[in-house]
């Protein structure tokens, strides 16, 4: 099975969401794939950032994946649903 690799760059990998509509939430995209699955990286020696996410609900899936000697691991950020906190 093929691997993805990164290493020795400034960021491994950059998974960015799967639906193109503006907004945020699992409820963005109702219509669209409503769920990332990511699987095969291998990630090492990378200056900032292994695995990188941005702008995710929350169905998001890394499986069969290794990640060794970066400054950060895996990190991103997850894009909430507006007024889920009122």
Known sequence: EIVNE???CLV???I???CTTP???PFACP???DCAHARNLKAWKNAHVSILF???SSNLQLSDSIVADSHIGITGSFHRQMGDMS
């Open 6 to 8: 990164a290493f020795g």
């Open 12 to 14: 491994g990998f950059i």
């Open 16 to 18: 960015l969401r799967t």
């Open 23 to 25: 907004g945020g939430g």
């Open 31 to 33: 219509d669209e794939f």
């Open 54 to 56: 941005l702008d995710h």
